[in-house]
Each structure stands twice: as structure tokens, then as C-alpha cells.
């Protein structure tokens, strides 16, 4: 139970690091790249703070492939084990990483656009966009399907939930600034102007920010998990005492 107590501590420390290693970031990039008006380049596709989210993408499978390891004595039927959730955790980060690298999600929208021979509209032009959510919904569905598990790591839940909201955040501001023609409604062009070379910022910063309560949750998860195996080893060992003086 100490152990358990001293990983839901640890977790307030680990989100107050990742946080506001996250703002450095967001905030020293858009400091060093205005002066040669290189904002816009920094955040979008291959720039710095792509390969900073990758970065984190992948501490995230990481720590979710240690918890995997902490709990695979009790992974006895593959994938309908509640453990899985960790090993799909772990390749999922790993996918969505590759996904920022790759751009597939980007990819995926051409295919659609090709097989289903579908004509691109101010609408459709946003499926790429609509992805990203889709993936953030595939992963909630995960969590409620396995929630056996999950529910071991209430204490992580509240950062998982604000990482979730502010990844959804993240999708409306890409879905909005897809196309200039929502704010043409709304703005002068040349605000609509002003507005679209800006709000990647806070749309790129927003799935920085998701990521860091992510990985302060999933850090939780790991201490717990692994006072959960030593308490289970505690258990064991007790019962073979049992046994050997019987």
C-alpha cells in the first residue's frame, strides 16, 4: 500500500517536470523562430516540435511495454487478458509516432479520396484531421473494454481524462484551421491571414500538453504496477512459507 501511495505522490512531481518542460518548448521555439518568421515551419509537419512529440510518443510505449512486463504473469489469454491493454498501449503509441514521422494519417485521406473516388470539398478535405480523432476514440474504447485493469490505476485517471480532452481540443483547432473558410466567415482577410499562420501553435501546443498528462498518468501506472507485483510477490512468498512449515 506504500508503494502504491508513493507512485500517486511521485506523479504530481513527474506532471510538474513534463508540463512545463512542454511550455519551454512550445514557448522557445515560437521565441527563437519569429525573428525569422520560421514559427509556422517549426510546428508543422516536420519541424521541431514534431520531432519533440515523437520523442514523447515513444516514452509513452515505453513505460507502457515496462507495465506490460510488470503485469505479464497474469497475461494467460492473449488480447482477452485485461493485461493486453498495456502491449496495445505500447504498440499504439509506437504506430502514432511513426503516424507524426510518416504523416500516415495524411496518407490514409488520399487513399480515401482515391478508392472511394470522392471529390475534395471543404468538408472532406478534413478527414486527415477527423483521423486523429478517431484514433483518440479507438483508444477511449480500449480503455473502457479492458477497464478491469484500468481500474487498478484510478489515481492516474484524472491526468489520462485532461490528456484526452486536450487532444480533442488539439483535433477541433485542426479542423477549424484546415481551410481559411471558417474564419473568412467571421474575420477580415487579413485577420483570416494573421490567424491561420498562428493557431498552429496552440493546436500543435495542445497535443504537446495532452501528451505530457499522458505521460505523467502512464508513469503512475508504472509505479503502481510494480507495487502491485511486489505486494503479489510478498503474497507468494508468504505461502510458501506456509507450505514449507506444513
Same mark, same amino acid.
Given at each position: 500500500m506504500n508503494n502504491i501511495l508513493s507512485a500517486v505522490m511521485n506523479s504530481?512531481?513527474?506532471?510538474?517536470?513534463? #508540463?512545463?518542460?512542454?511550455?519551454?518548448?512550445?514557448?522557445?521555439?515560437? &521565441?527563437?523562430s519569429a525573428?525569422?518568421?520560421?514559427?509556422?515551419? *517549426? #510546428?508543422?509537419?516536420?519541424?521541431?516540435?514534431?520531432?519533440?512529440?515523437?520523442? *514523447?510518443?515513444?516514452?509513452?510505449?515505453?513505460?507502457?511495454?515496462?507495465?506490460f512486463k510488470e503485469r505479464a504473469q497474469f497475461f494467460q489469454h492473449p488480447w482477452k487478458s485485461p493485461v493486453?491493454?498495456? &502491449?496495445?498501449?505500447? %504498440?499504439? #503509441?509506437?504506430?502514432?509516432?511513426? @503516424? @507524426? %514521422? !510518416?504523416?500516415?494519417? +495524411?496518407? %490514409? @485521406?488520399?487513399?480515401?479520396?482515391?478508392?472511394? *473516388?470522392? +471529390? +475534395?470539398?471543404?468538408?472532406? @478535405?478534413?478527414?486527415?484531421d477527423l483521423i486523429i480523432?478517431?484514433?483518440?476514440? !479507438? &483508444?477511449?474504447?480500449?480503455?473502457?473494454?479492458?477497464?478491469?485493469?484500468?481500474?487498478?490505476?484510478?489515481?492516474? !485517471?484524472?491526468?489520462?481524462?485532461?490528456g484526452f480532452i486536450l487532444l480533442f481540443v488539439t483535433v477541433v483547432i485542426d479542423v477549424v484551421t484546415n481551410r481559411d473558410d471558417i474564419f473568412r466567415i467571421f474575420f477580415s482577410p487579413g485577420i483570416t491571414e494573421m490567424l491561420m499562420s498562428w493557431m498552429i501553435v496552440p493546436e500543435e501546443g495542445f497535443k504537446l500538453l495532452s501528451e505530457a498528462f499522458l505521460i505523467a498518468a502512464?508513469?503512475?501506472?508504472?509505479?503502481? &504496477?510494480?507495487?502491485?507485483s511486489a505486494n503479489n510477490k510478498i503474497v507468494e512468498g508468504g505461502e510458501k512459507v506456509l507450505t514449507s512449515t506444513v
Open positions: 504530481k512531481s513527474t506532471l510538474f517536470k513534463v #508540463f512545463w518542460l512542454n511550455i519551454v518548448a512550445i514557448v522557445g521555439t515560437v &521565441a527563437i525573428p525569422f518568421e520560421k514559427v509556422y515551419r *517549426q #510546428f508543422e509537419d516536420g519541424g521541431f516540435i514534431t520531432y519533440f512529440s515523437v520523442i *514523447q510518443l515513444f516514452i509513452l510505449s515505453y513505460f507502457a511495454c515496462k507495465i493486453a491493454i498495456w &502491449a496495445i498501449m505500447s %504498440l499504439g #503509441f509506437s504506430f502514432l509516432a511513426l @503516424d @507524426d %514521422l !510518416l504523416m500516415i494519417h +495524411e496518407w %490514409l @485521406d488520399k487513399v480515401i479520396h482515391d478508392v472511394g *473516388q470522392i +471529390e +475534395e470539398t471543404a468538408f472532406t @478535405d478534413r478527414i486527415d480523432g478517431l484514433y483518440g476514440l !479507438l &483508444a477511449i474504447g480500449g480503455l473502457v473494454h479492458y477497464r478491469k485493469e484500468i481500474k487498478k490505476y484510478r489515481a492516474a !485517471l484524472p491526468n489520462v481524462a485532461i502512464i508513469h503512475t501506472c508504472y509505479g503502481i &504496477a510494480k507495487a502491485l
